[in-house]
């Protein structure tokens, strides 16, 4: 059964993704695509057994499979989607300017809002001190909210991040469902409480979050 499930060559793209996880902005953009494709949802333990790490060596999720073909990294498999289906319009408006800015915005939230994250996941429990750790964890929702209070002033008169949506959107859904889960204060950022909402009221997102146990 294992082998079955991380088989490398795939006849049918394949997202493989963990509950909660950021591989559910993938997941969610797959879904917003419409193309076939399958969700092999997988746990803590199977990613860090030989057969997964086979197509991921990190031993982490997503990992996307196109027959002998393998990708990781979420940003690097989010922008692939969007460049191999630029009917779905997730890429930007189809002008350098407009990839761009969709590339700024997800730019934030792969290399300075998920990381910021770490802390409270526990990556600073090898410090050994608990108020090291306590610090580490104080500085990162203090570094989480200043972020937030950014996408936030971006959300204004916008119902996504660059206007329409794109690769980026999901994303930031995805690390609202850690910060909400954390109890993080989100007080007053009413422009992230709309999109929120409306990312949960979408189609895509529902059937992702279902698929993945997630609703």
Not at 61 to 88: C, F, K, R, S
Not at 105 to 127: E, I, V
Not at 187 to 202: I, P, T
């Amino acid at each position: 059964m294992m082998a079955a499930l991380f088989k490398y060559r795939t006849a049918m793209r394949t997202l493989y993704t963990k509950p909660g996880a950021c591989s559910l902005a993938d997941h969610i953009v797959l879904r917003w695509i419409g193309a076939p494709f399958e969700a092999r949802v997988v746990d803590a333990t199977q990613m860090k057994e030989p057969p997964f790490l086979i197509l991921n060596p990190a031993g982490a999720v997503p990992v996307l499979v196109e027959g002998d073909w393998v990708l990781t990294q979420n940003a690097a498999i989010l922008g692939y989607l969007a460049d191999t289906h630029p009917e779905a319009g997730l890429g930007g408006d189809g002008t350098p300017q407009g990839r761009a800015e969709v590339n700024r915005w997800l730019a934030l939230l792969n290399t300075d809002l998920h990381p910021a994250f770490h802390p409270l996941f526990g990556s600073t429990k090898y410090l050994g001190d608990a108020d090291v750790i306590d610090a580490t964890r104080t500085q990162a929702m203090q570094k989480i909210r200043g972020y937030y209070e950014r996408l936030d002033a971006q959300l204004a008169g916008r119902d996504y991040l660059v206007g329409t949506r794109s690769i980026a959107d999901p994303y930031l859904f995805v690390t609202l469902q850690w910060a909400k889960r954390l109890k993080l204060d989100l007080s007053g950022l009413d422009n992230l409480h709309a999109f929120e909402a409306r990312m949960r009221a979408d189609a895509g997102v529902q059937a992702a979050l279902a698929a993945e146990g997630l609703d």
